[in-house]
T-cell receptor, first 115, second 114 residues
Framework: EAQVTQNPRYLITVTGKKLTVTCSQN?????MSWYRQDPGLGLRQIYY???????DKGDVPEGYKVSRKEKRNFPLILESPSPNQTSLYFC??????????????FGPGTRLLVL | AQSVAQPEDQVNVAEGNPLTVKCTYS??????LFWYVQYPNRGLQFLLK??????LVKGSYGFEAEFNKSQTSFHLKKPSALVSDSALYFC????????????FGAGTRLFVKA
């Protein structure tokens, strides 16, 4: 089944404790992206990647890191989480490197609580 | 810079009645417009998109949207609402000069009452 998977689905952590949220897609997609969803703000893009070893900042990259060492994986790293990073996170992928015209496929989401 | 607005936080409609979820956008070039739906505890799912051509776009689950360039709108519609349509709906816009980004609206929650 074609899908985007994220792990973990739920995470409670404390301020300053490094964490990684994994994202993997099995559709051989070029483009992958991370979003955070907050009430009243919709989805805001954190980072995106147009191909292996090619990443760029979205609208809200502060406090986050990403890497794209393999085409299928795009982990999101929070080196020192803070309470304002409590949010619902979505990974997405798209078949084209520049997905202006293309549908994005979303993972199920990771709900993060930073105490 | 591109932007998208969904002026209604919530839309309430009775089952069987037509529904409209509004979206307006702002871009400097040609817009590429999308609607996604989010059911509880799920990721976003694609409904439909406008790239070019016919202004009336048909999508999944009986939804359609009308692209209106003069009003810079892309409203989502369905002739007869179902209770199962209750969900959170997001409009999104991208453009070639937009730095490869897709901008999402804040979302509109649709409640369909039986």
């Amino acid at each position: 089944e074609a899908q985007v998977t994220q792990n973990p689905r739920y995470l409670i952590t404390v301020t300053g404790k490094k964490l990684t949220v994994t994202c993997s897609q099995n559709m051989n997609h070029e483009y992958m992206s991370w979003y955070r969803q907050d009430p009243g703000l919709g989805l805001r893009q954190i980072y995106y990647s147009m191909n292996v070893e090619v990443t760029d900042k979205g609208d809200v990259p502060e406090g986050y890191k990403v890497s794209r060492k393999e085409k299928r994986n795009f982990p999101l790293i929070l080196e020192s989480p803070s309470p304002n990073q409590t949010s619902l996170y979505f990974c997405a992928s798209s078949s084209q490197a520049v997905p202006v015209f293309e549908t994005q496929y979303f993972g199920p989401g990771t709900r993060l609580l930073v105490l | 810079a591109q932007s998208v607005a969904q002026p209604e936080d919530q839309v309430n409609v009775a089952e069987g009645n037509p529904l409209t979820v509004k979206c307006t956008y702002s871009v400097s070039g040609n817009p590429y417009l999308f609607w996604y739906v989010q059911y509880p505890n799920r990721g976003l799912q694609f409904l439909l998109k406008y790239i070019t051509g016919d202004n009336l776009v048909k999508g999944s689950y009986g939804f359609e949207a009308e692209f209106n360039k003069s009003q810079t709108s892309f409203h989502l519609k369905k002739p007869s609402a179902l209770v199962s349509d209750s969900a959170l709906y997001f409009c999104a816009v991208s453009e070639l000069t937009g730095g490869f980004k897709t901008i999402f609206g804040a979302g509109t929650r649709l409640f369909v009452k039986a």
